[in-house]
Nanobody
Framework: QEQLVESGGGLVQAGGSLRLSCAASKNNFSIYDAAWFRQAPGKERLFVSGMSGDGIWMYADDSVKGRFTMSRGNAWNTVDLQMNSLKPEDTAIYYC????????????????WGQGTQVTVSS
């Protein structure tokens, strides 16, 4: 069973930046499509950004385009989410997700989930 662990959350002022990282315990992310989701208090969990296993396909929600960038991490088993120009409405628990790479939308049908990391943006 694959396990995902997120890190890098915290408290930041509006306009600031954070970098989240997701580490897989067993496998290289090249075999997985990966994504970041977020869940604000009292809201449903929503897709933020996704990347195909081969790194060719990427997709991000309109709310974060131009501000958030997803990429492979420096280690073979990590993916990162660079978040710039953060806004108070970005406050949420951020979850990393992975699935064995396959065709189809990057916005859903993930098999593995991390426990989440809190991101809080103050105004």
């Amino acid at each position: 069973q694959e396990q995902l662990v997120e890190s890098g959350g915290g408290l930041v002022q509006a306009g600031g930046s954070l970098r989240l990282s997701c580490a897989a315990s067993k496998n290289n992310f090249s075999i997985y499509d990966a994504a970041w989701f977020r869940q604000a208090p009292g809201k449903e969990r929503l897709f933020v950004s996704g990347m195909s296993g081969d790194g060719i396909w990427m997709y991000a929600d309109d709310s974060v385009k131009g501000r958030f960038t997803m990429s492979r991490g420096n280690a073979w088993n990590t993916v990162d989410l660079q978040m710039n120009s953060l806004k108070p409405e970005d406050t949420a628990i951020y979850y990393c997700a992975a699935r064995l790479s396959r065709p189809g939308s990057l916005a859903g049908n993930y098999e593995y989930w991390g426990q989440g990391t809190q991101v809080t943006v103050s105004s």
